[in-house]
């Protein structure tokens, strides 16, 4: 068994140290009214059997929390109180200096929680372990200087989650929609460097990686680009190329039938387009922005977006060649073909494309295909976003998310135009709900009060986020607010005019419905009951952040939180405060958003259908999931959970697996398994658990991730059950 120590790093549980503790607090008291030998072993033992059964490596802090307990459980009230103050006593000791012992262990690679807080960033490399030493010292001032103490507190104990706080010191906004469109047509700068508009598609793939890498470390969430953006520049090498071929037929006196001639041109064109996508992809995995990670990029392939039938077939040429580079996939250190994290794709299914025998079903085929063995694309449902995203004039608006799920609110500008690139999220704070319905002890009443109270606290948190951009001027970011990626400001203007008015948006986050609903009535969600009460909580959310827009001109929205290291943080913060509950925190986790819990049995089209009515309720941000096995031979099946995104949800994805082992060449799923109290990745074929000489791709709460994960978040991970 291990133990995690207040650095954060793992080692081995020693349960001699306990009897230490337990024996030097024991001799700081009289002899009536001391503990037996006896007694003090009990004790050990009981904490010892609390902690396996907790499902996850226990913090220190957990551990001396059983042991007050156990103590006092045998009356011994003395010994408990000298045991509480020397805790004290060296808890202000320890807070004179917590964040270079911190730093420390990062350079020293044996922080665990570090290693397991983002799935996509490698902690052992020199440009992680800066950022994250950057971050613990951002992360110190945020907490002392910078954000009240109850938000702090109220974070410390997993009340809410004030996301990123390690970035809040510093003038950062979270993620953003990406105006390529403007740089790429009007022309960019990126480090003091002129880029004019691009006069072929392979440049305007280069410039679209640069600004993507730009971007990435400018702030700290994710970012979208859209192909349609680039299609127009399909045109542009297909005028060049007719000139070169023109000039290269001239000199050597060969004439050509204009059948002949248009088919040259066309296969020279498909080349570029090829070599541009690849450009786009490699650079994108390859790249390590300043926080030491791939730029985390959305890519939206929406044929809609096009702006004429000839720009909608170049755009479908692009969609094609990225669908089938991303079912080759990437080559790993062994040369084998293998899922990559990013770029993230989106597909909009829409009614030329949906249907079999329209123009562009062969796309959509294409997606199934590449869905089944690489996880990629997620889905958008025109026909349902249309529906869902409505703006002041009445009109349906169908756009990407930033980055992963986060999605703008419609916004209509001063010409009355609707507008969505160039648009950003301010940040996001996120409500520990089952902490509410576990405080109100299945009083209803009690429930709202506490409710209430912690909106108010959700509310205080998000304006410390807004205030803090307050202010900003464009020259802290000048690739986002003065060369287009966002904005086109003057140097040394504020950014303030674009925090209100519904530009940008603040998220109030929320997780852990399914078990807060639980909690109260004992009701899954998936039981009338259940679905009643928390769709009532998801109504009353949105209440909160329509009277908080009203009231400042701030446009607040609710948001489905991925979960990822938090998950494991909310799940032991819970069973800290309340104990282990079975359905509720028996489990090293809880679920995301509105999700129907993982072990939950439904299949792909009673789980969709359910969770829409969710979905719907999350304007600032949601995505539901259906779990596939091996589809890759019954793609069939897959356009069937296709059509019925299209039909009735917004925005969802197929979760397969997709992973190898360098050891022995298995390219089946790894499995996960328990060793030592402590869950651990295992290839089936020659047991192989180093994590180094695996590649394992998962879905971890709306993109994939492949640097594993915590204990929690892979407790989940196993758990999950098939829908199909």
């Known amino acids: 068994m291990k133990i995690i120590k207040r650095n954060g790093s793992e080692v081995t549980f020693n349960a001699d140290k306990i009897k230490v503790a337990i024996s030097k607090a024991n001799d700081a008291v009289t002899e009536d009214v001391r503990m037996t030998s006896l007694q003090i072993e009990r004790i050990v033992e009981r904490v010892i059997l609390s902690c396996e059964s907790l499902g996850h ?16 459980a045998h009356g011994a009230f003395e010994v408990a109180k000298a045991y509480i103050t020397y805790r004290y006593t060296r808890t202000l000791v320890r807070q004179s200096n917590t964040t270079d012992d911190k730093i420390l262990s990062l350079i020293e690679c044996n922080n665990e929680e570090a290693k397991q807080e983002n799935s996509n960033k490698n902690p052992v490399v020199n440009s992680t372990q800066r950022d994250y030493m950057a971050g613990e010292v951002s992360r110190d001032i945020t907490n002392r200087i910078l954000l009240p103490k109850d938000i702090v507190d109220a974070h ?14 510093q003038h950062m906004h979270n993620c953003d929609l990406v105006n390529l469109e403007d740089m790429l047509q009007n022309g960019t700068v990126i480090t003091g460097t002129l880029i004019e508009r691009p006069h ?3 440049t305007a793939c280069n410039i679209a990686t640069q600004i993507i890498a730009q971007v990435a470390s400018n702030q700290y969430g994710g970012q979208s680009i859209s192909l349609a953006h680039i299609a127009p520049f399909v045109q542009v090498s297909r005028e060049k190329i007719s000139r070169d071929l023109k000039r290269e037929l001239s000199e050597i006196n060969v004439e050509l039938s204009e059948e002949a001639f248009k088919k040259i041109v066309e296969e020279r064109l498909r080349v570029e387009v090829r070599k541009g996508v690849q450009t786009i992809q490699y650079q994108v995995v390859t790249l390590l922005t300043t926080n030491g990670q791939a730029p985390f990029v959305t890519v939206f392939m929406y044929l809609n977006e096009a702006k004429s039938e000839q720009e909608k077939d170049d755009l479908a040429m692009i969609i094609e060649e990225v669908l089938e580079q991303r079912y080759q996939g990437v080559k790993n250190e062994k040369g084998v073909w293998v899922t990559p994290a990013f770029p993230k794709l989106i597909y909009v299914l829409e009614e030329d494309n949906i249907h079999e025998g329209s123009k562009y079903y062969y796309l959509t085929e294409l997606a199934a295909k590449c869905t089944a063995k690489r996880m990629v694309p997620d889905y958008i449902s025109e026909k349902v976003m249309l529906q869902n995203k409505v703006d002041k004039n009445g009109e349906g608006h169908c756009y990407t998310c930033m980055g992963c799920r986060s999605f703008l609110t419609p916004y209509v500008d001063e010409d009355g135009k609707p507008k969505y690139y160039g648009r950003f999220n301010q940040g996001v704070v996120t409500v520990n709900l089952v902490d509410i319905g576990l405080s109100a002890h299945k009083n209803m009443d009690e429930f709202w009060k506490i409710f209430d109270e912690r909106m108010e606290l959700c509310h205080r948190a998000l304006q410390c986020r807004h205030e803090r951009l307050t202010g900003t001027v464009s020259d802290v970011a000048p690739i986002l607010w003065q060369h287009g990626a966002l904005l086109r400001l003057k140097k040394g203007e504020k950014i303030d005019k674009y925090l209100h008015g519904g530009y940008s948006t603040l998220s109030l986050g929320y997780a852990g419905l399914w078990e807060c609903v639980y909690s109260l009535i004992g009701k899954k ?3 009338p009951e259940g679905e009643d009460l928390g769709l009532k909580i998801m109504k009353k959310m949105n209440e909160y952040t329509a009277k908080w827009k009203a009231d400042e001109n701030i446009d607040y929205s609710i948001y489905g939180t991925p979960l990822e290291s938090t998950t494991y943080k909310f799940a032991k913060c819970l069973q800290k405060r309340f104990g282990v509950i079975e359905g509720v925190t028996d489990r090293g986790y809880i679920t995301n958003s509105y999700h129907v819990h993982v072990t939950e049995k439904l299949d792909a089209f009673e789980k969709l259908a359910f969770e829409a009515k969710f ?26 959970v296709m059509k019925f995104i299209y039909d009735n949800i917004m925005y969802a994805e197929l979760n397969t697996k997709s992973d190898y082992c360098q050891i022995c060449g ?3 799923e790894i499995e996960i398994k328990e060793k030592d109290g402590k869950l651990v990745w295992q290839c089936p074929q020659c047991g192989n658990t180093d994590q180094d000489t695996m590649n394992v791709a998962r879905r971890t709460c709306g993109y994939i991730g492949t640097q594993y994960w915590n204990q929690g978040r892979t407790q989940e991970i196993k758990e999950r059950v098939m829908h199909l």
């Not at 490596?57 to 006092?72: G, K």
């Not at 979905?615 to 941000?621: C, D, E, I, Y």
């Open 57 to 72: 490596s226990p913090s220190v802090e957990e551990v001396q929390d059983m042991v007050e307990r156990q103590i006092m």
């Open 615 to 640: 979905q719907a309720l999350s304007p600032g941000g949601a995505i539901s999931y259906v779990e596939v096995p091996n589809m890759q031979n019954n793609i069939e099946a897959v356009l069937d």
């Open 156 to 169: 410390n104990e997993g009340i809410i989650h004030f996301h990123d706080s390690d970035y809040y010191a």
């Open 200 to 202: 072929s598609f392979s």
């Open 525 to 527: 969600m998936t039981e």
């Open 666 to 668: 298995w390219d089946g």
